[in-house]
Each structure stands twice: as C-alpha cells, then as structure tokens.
C-alpha cells in the first residue's frame, strides 16, 4: 500500500527552547514521527492536516516559519524504512502501556492477596483502569498500521478489566454482608 504524507518543517528562533519543546510534544502526541533536522512526518489524513494547520499557526505566533510538503515514499525502501519508524515508535508506545498494565494486575492481586476490600481501594483501581484504556485508545488513534502489537495490548486490558471485575464482587461481598436484609440472629 502507497502511503501520502505531510511532511511539516518549522523553523523557530533558538530562544526561548520552550516552543521547540512545544513542538516536539505535540508532534509526537499526535503520532508523528521526526526525521531527520526537525522534518516531522504524519500520514495525509483531514485531521492531520487540521492539526499540521494548527501547527503552522503556532509556529508563526511563536516568531518562526513553517513548510509543509504532501509526499510520497520516492521507492519502496523509502516507504519500507518510513512505516518501521512509525510502527517501532507504535510498538514503543505498546510496551510501556504492557508495563503500566502489569503494575495494575499487580497491584489488584497484592490487593486481593491482602483482602484489602474496601469501596476506596475499588474506586482507586477503577480510576487505573479508566487511565489504562484512555492511554490504549490515543496510542490506537495514532496507530495506522494495527496489528499484533494492538490486538495484544487489547487482549491485556481485558485481563484488567476481568480482574477489576472480580475484584469488585469481592467488594461487593465484603461491603455487604448481609446481602438479603434479613436480621441475623
């Protein structure tokens, strides 16, 4: 598959470094990747050519110039070497949301090994969770590519959210024990 590409350079005033930084973080929160001397790369899509429009007008209010070229691969190893950098910078993304998803099954079995049941400790794994899935779903939405890499990190949340399950019944369990509102004697 043949790929179009926005091919954005801006250029800002050596000080302050704080723009540049700007720059650097919002490129890469978008899923672009940098080539090289600040040529940033982004597949031509309307939202990122939204964002790159955005850029540029940031860029100006910041002193600086911008240029932004539509592209394309010049062969298929120019192609080849562009998709590994953006699926290596996906696969990154990937692995250290795996090591934050593992730190929660963890802390939900440390939790349980403890029977530390209690509505605050569920509401805190609870909110854990919400940051895991909301973390998948950014790293998803700059993932053009997909496969294994994101059907894993899928398949990984769905053990957090049987875990939290579980450890919610047990919650639930240990909050009410008298479930049936009968007067035990």
């Not at 209010?61 to 691969?73: A, D, H, I, M, Y």
């Not at 794994?125 to 294994?148: A, C, P, V």
């Not at 957090?160 to 450890?167: I, M």
Request: aromatic share 12%; with cysteine.
């Amino acid at each position: 598959m043949e790929y179009k590409w926005l091919l954005f350079c801006p250029q800002l005033p050596a000080i302050p470094s704080s723009p540049r930084v700007t720059i650097w973080r919002r490129m890469h929160s978008e899923g672009s990747v940098g080539l090289d001397n600040g040529l940033w790369l982004l597949p031509y899509t309307e939202s990122a050519v939204k964002f790159i429009q955005e850029m540029k007008m940031y860029v100006a209010n910041q002193g600086g110039t911008s240029k932004t070229f539509l592209s394309n691969g010049f062969d298929d190893e120019t192609e080849a070497g562009i998709l590994e950098r953006f699926h290596q910078a996906r696969a990154e993304e990937y692995a250290e949301l795996k090591e934050q998803i593992i730190v929660f099954l963890a802390d939900i079995n440390k939790e349980t090994r403890l029977q530390n049941f209690s509505f605050a400790e569920f509401e805190e794994n609870e909110q854990d969770l919400e940051k895991l899935e909301s973390w998948f779903n950014k790293i998803r939405q700059r993932d053009f590519i997909g496969g294994d890499q994101a059907i894993e990190a899928g398949e990984w949340l769905e053990k957090c959210r049987e875990a939290l399950q579980q450890f919610s019944t047990e919650v639930f369990t240990h909050e009410n024990p008298n479930p049936t509102g009968k007067v035990n004697k």
